[in-house]
């Protein structure tokens, strides 16, 4: 989702997000572009308006917050968690 401020929040199972800063998707975007592809897991399949696994910047960009929420799969750790009163 494209949120006013420019920045990206990537919405997960269970409440869960990733906000996605435009600052980090500007200096990074060229590795980005490159490498959107190896952000899908093997045998998976995402359905976009362009077709199976085709993105355009947007869904590049969302690929990308993605694995933020996946990187420490392997042995995860929680470092924090943030709860909203309202």
Request: glycine share 6%; aromatic share 10%.
């Amino acid at each position: 989702m494209n949120m006013k401020d420019g920045n990206i929040l990537v919405q997960y199972k269970y409440d869960v997000t990733t906000v996605l800063f435009a600052d980090v998707v500007e200096r990074n975007w060229a590795e980005i572009d490159a490498n959107h592809q190896r952000a899908i897991a093997t045998s998976e399949v995402l359905m976009t308006p362009l077709g199976p696994n085709r993105f355009d910047d947007f869904g590049k960009k969302a690929l990308f917050g993605r694995c933020y929420m996946f990187m420490d799969a392997q042995t995860p750790k929680v470092v924090r968690v943030e709860r909203c009163d309202g």
